[in-house]
């Protein structure tokens, strides 16, 4: 292979998903690394223009003039950071999550339509080429926080959180089948009826694959939401992926309105413990039980999102 290989995919690439004419095949008025930035907002709800430089690799001076465009449409807010008086926090408004959310509705169907003309027998060996390239290109270099994609879920990604739950679980912790159920039962209740307005679920994707998920459900109390299944890959800990799952939730929750959210585990899982303590969650009660086949600690977990924002 060579550079002339390479470059030449690239032209091919490029034109195939139209990233020189992307507003027209979006019929929207962003181009392409516009319309990234305000992906990325979307999905990274604790987010400041310093964080976006890092992980787009964007000039700031053209960062900047992206953001200004957005400021003038209406599609963010830029507030001074509670944790760095010298950075600006940008958060989208209701303007710009609906703008974000028709983008990424409007490219899958465009991407949607690529697929269609792939015939269903060759589609096995274009996810395992694009897996390929992906591997290639970034072999012998470490995952980097930046690399890790939050998104909502896609097709088989429920079931993802049933074997993996089940699995790391019984290999960490001991658990037995009785937990696998559980996870299966709260998974199913959320694919049959769930409200996107006020319930979630986030997959954290790195290199293409899920490492990591959370869920934001509807508590029986009033007013109160439920942090539910947090759950990070061994070989992905350490790049801050538990934090922004957290982090995600709790956002949303104070954004849908909830007045508390509340959340149950075990003191079995300490590193757990650690990262909801540091957003703010306070132990309301704990009761030993038997469960999952161990003797175990259940802890209730609450935090109040009124007059608690950043």
Not at 43 to 49: F, I, K, N, W
Not at 71 to 83: F, H, M, N, V, Y
Request: neutral net charge; glycine residues 8%.
């Amino acid at each position: 292979m060579t550079v002339q290989d390479i470059r030449a995919f690239n032209r091919f690439y490029t034109n195939v998903i139209g990233a020189l004419d992307y507003s027209r095949r979006l019929y929207a008025p962003y181009t392409l690394t516009e319309s990234r930035v305000l992906y990325e907002l979307a999905h990274s709800p604790r987010t400041d223009a310093a964080d976006l430089r890092t992980e787009l690799s964007l000039d700031a001076g053209y960062l900047s003039r992206i953001l200004n465009k957005f400021e003038q449409d209406g599609l963010i807010e830029r507030t001074p950071s509670a944790r760095d008086p010298r950075r600006r926090r940008v958060t989208l408004t209701p303007r710009g999550r609906e703008t974000a959310a028709l983008l990424a509705e409007r490219a899958d169907e465009s991407v949607g339509a690529l697929l269609a003309t792939v015939p269903s027998a060759d589609r096995p060996r274009l996810t395992e080429a694009m897996r390929t390239v992906r591997t290639l290109l970034s072999e012998g270099r470490p995952p980097r926080r930046e690399d890790v994609l939050l998104r909502e879920p896609g097709p088989g990604d429920l079931g993802w959180i049933v074997a993996r739950n089940a699995a790391l679980y019984a290999a960490e912790y001991g658990f037995d089948a009785d937990y696998e159920a559980l996870v299966a039962r709260i998974v199913a209740d959320f694919a049959q009826d769930h409200d996107p307005r006020l319930e979630r679920v986030w997959i954290a994707e790195l290199d293409g694959r899920p490492v990591g998920s959370v869920m934001c459900v509807r508590d029986e109390a009033p007013a109160t939401a439920r942090l539910r299944l947090l759950l990070v890959e061994p070989e992905a800990r350490g790049l801050g992926i538990g934090d922004r799952l957290v982090s995600a939730v709790v956002d949303f929750a104070r954004g849908a309105g909830y007045r508390d959210l509340v959340l149950w585990t075990n003191d079995v899982l300490a590193a757990a413990r650690r990262l909801y303590q540091r957003h703010g969650f306070v132990l309301a009660a704990e009761k030993p039980h038997r469960s999952f086949g161990r003797d175990l600690n259940g802890q209730d977990w609450r935090l109040e999102l009124t007059g608690t924002g950043e």
